[in-house]
């Protein structure tokens, strides 16, 4: 009886997955044949929309679990957290995948995508965040790959990934500092465009403290997920820890971010009627409050059930305080109001059941969880 | 060489459009340039009514353009003359310039299945010299020179009638400086301009955090090694002292008694 309503869920969400694939694709074919316009809402007052807002800033910073948690283990030596090194380094891998996949979508010109690797402009952010997505991709690329040289029995390749491993983890955590923090930098060159409860010189540091956030909820959800739909998940102790990272993670960004609006003048902003105030407080309730009162109480703290759900809220206020920083927040500067047209959200979609797609599919035939978690099947 | 530069005195400009119409045959643009209202990929400058003016649009050539230190391939450059041009073959379409932009200038051909950014070039490849819309004016409402030339062309007009201009010239600090200058009788910023400009010129903004990058790289880079170096050398001091604790749980009688043999005096 269980495994026909498992096996009934599973087929539902697989059926889901092939018709946004399917109608992701149609969008996709609409896009490089009669422009970008044809499918979405972006326009030359709204130039970056959902698929800047949602498919990069989102997808680089959820990826952000693969260089903390690497980080941790390698360099600071808790070994304790190993388990988690490869859900991670996977995540981080296919969101970037993503992330590359988005960009060739909505660049104008995706066929030049490799322009700046030489043509250089270093006062560009924009020529900063090239470099270290294809660096970084590089990076999580050989990451990833022990993975499969273990599975495929390569046991040379596999001494050999594992031999450039500190330099591999090291570049990693460079490459994403630079790369979480420019995503913000990007938008210091909009003082007078962007709404100054999220215009900051501070931006950089909000970024990459953010996604450290991020992606720390990222690798809790995740477990979740996998142990609903493979039986594969981790050790409630380790998830413990994590939620209690999670929890110092949001404290200082917390601080960070009210410290921030006080010292520029601006926190009165957060309280004066307009859409930005209700989207504020929705990012900062849902993202900040929220989980951070949950992670606070030790019951919560310590269940499964509530680990995910406060993650899953630090989640969502992650993507929300994105998408008010590159749509919602600039809107009033431009002009009207950008929603994104139906096959532009549909490309979104179709990459967001991409990811879940592969990660399933690695999760199950590469060796992802450590083989003592495989609680069941 | 002084650069070039535009003058736009709002208060001649009798919103004729001979300007639009002009830029439109010099850019080999098609359409009516009497239904141009809005700056669009076919429109690089238009003429706006606002309540009694005509306010003029188009690329303000900026002196440290935004654009130019946004784009990631240099597809943007300001040329020694004074314009803002771009190069489609290098751009990669990342439109980081038309949302960069402080005057949200720059436009994009979105329904073109190879598309370019599209502004104002100032006329920067014109046989003649100059540009179509300076040399189309039939008012001098738009007047084309030296930026010193036109700086003290405006100051001129703002002194010989006081009481008919806002005594400031929008683009002298504006954003840094533009290489196209405004003079009106009304603050620029009721017509539709951005009045919330920084004077510095905005790539100073993103630069002081790109000028971070070689210390996160060298630094940072140090910093983790160390983190490494320290925290692995601590677990393998950590592994000697378990396996000297294990032996001495082991073995009590003999390797255990020397070792505590000091203590006993």
């Known amino acids: 009886m269980g495994n026909i309503i498992k096996l009934r869920r599973f087929g539902f969400w697989r059926a889901v997955a092939l018709i946004l694939f399917g109608l992701g694709l149609a969008s996709i074919w609409v896009r490089f044949t009669k422009g970008l316009g044809a499918v979405s809402n972006l326009s030359d007052q709204h130039p970056w929309g959902l698929w800047v807002g949602f498919d990069v800033l989102c997808g680089v910073g959820l990826a952000a679990g693969g260089f903390t948690i690497t980080a941790v283990v390698y360099l600071f030596h808790l070994k304790r957290y190993r388990p988690i090194v490869r859900p991670a380094i996977l995540t981080a891998f296919l969101g970037y995948l993503l992330v590359v996949f988005g960009l060739l979508v909505d660049l104008g010109r995706p066929w030049n995508i490799w322009h700046p690797l030489v043509m250089w402009n270093p006062h560009s952010v924009m020529f900063e965040v090239a470099w270290c997505v294809t660096l970084y991709t590089t990076v999580l690329a050989l990451e990833f790959s022990g993975m499969v040289f273990e599975r495929l029995k390569w046991e040379r390749a596999a001494r050999i990934q594992h031999a450039i491993t500190l330099p591999l983890v090291i570049a990693g955590v460079i490459l994403s500092t630079l790369h979480q923090s420019s995503l913000g930098s990007l938008y210091l060159i909009v003082p007078n465009k962007l709404y100054p409860l999220w215009y900051t010189e501070r931006l950089p540091l909000i970024f990459w403290t953010s996604a450290v956030c991020a992606g720390l909820a990222m690798v809790i959800v995740e477990s979740r997920l996998s142990a609903r739909a493979l039986g594969r998940e981790l050790e409630l102790p380790l998830l413990r820890d994590i939620g209690r990272a999670l929890l110092a993670a949001l404290g200082v960004f917390i601080v960070l971010r009210i410290r921030d609006l006080w010292e520029r003048g601006v926190i009165d902003l957060a309280f004066k009627p307009g859409y930005e105030m209700w989207l504020f407080q929705l990012e900062v309730f849902v993202g900040l409050v929220v989980p951070f009162i949950l992670l606070a109480v030790p019951r919560i703290r310590n269940s499964a059930r509530g680990l995910y759900i406060a993650s899953l809220f630090t989640v969502l206020g992650f993507i929300a305080n994105r998408l008010n920083v590159a749509v919602t927040g600039l809107d009033r500067a431009q002009g009207g109001h950008y929603v994104p047209a139906v096959p532009e959200t549909l490309i979104t979609l179709m990459l967001i059941a991409l990811g879940f797609t592969a990660f399933n599919l690695a999760a199950k035939h590469l060796p992802v969880y450590p083989p003592a978690t495989m609680s069941r099947d | ?265």
């Not at chain 2, 002084?2 to 045959?25: N, P």
């Not at chain 2, 391939?73 to 439109?95: N, S």
């Not at chain 2, 677990?235 to 006993?264: I, M, N, Q, W, Y």
């Open chain 2, 1 to 265: 060489m002084s650069t070039k530069a535009l003058l736009v005195d709002i208060s001649r400009c009798i919103g004729c459009g001979a300007c639009v119409e002009a830029c439109m045959q010099a850019h080999n643009q098609t359409g009516d340039y009497e239904q141009a209202k809005v700056l669009s990929a076919n429109n690089y400058t238009v003429v706006q009514e606002r309540g009694d003016y005509y306010v003029r649009r188009l690329c303000m050539h900026c002196l440290q353009p935004t654009c130019v230190s946004v784009c990631p391939v240099g597809a943007l450059q300001k040329t020694a003359d004074g314009p803002v041009v771009y190069e489609a073959a290098k751009c990669i379409g990342c439109r980081y310039c038309m949302q960069a932009c402080p005057f949200s200038v720059p436009r994009y051909e979105w329904t073109k299945v190879v598309p370019r950014v599209a502004k104002c070039d100032m006329c920067a490849t014109r046989k003649q010299g100059g540009t179509a819309c300076a040399a189309a004016c039939p008012e001098a409402a738009t007047v084309f020179g030296s930026r010193d030339e036109m700086l003290a062309e405006a100051r001129k007009r703002l002194k010989d009638d006081p009481a008919g201009y806002v005594q400031h010239i929008y683009g002298e600090e504006e954003a840094g400086g533009t290489s196209v200058l405004l003079i009106s009788p009304v603050p620029l910023e009721q017509l539709g301009y951005p009045g919330n400009l920084p004077q510095d010129p905005l790539p100073a903004r993103t630069w002081a955090a790109l000028s971070h990058v070689p210390d996160v790289v060298t630094i940072g880079g140090a910093f983790l090694l160390a983190i490494w170096w320290i925290t692995r050398r601590r677990e393998e001091v950590a592994r000697v002292e378990a396996a000297e604790a294990a032996a001495l749980a082991v073995e009590p009688t003999t390797s255990g008694g020397e070792v505590f043999h000091g203590k006993h005096h």
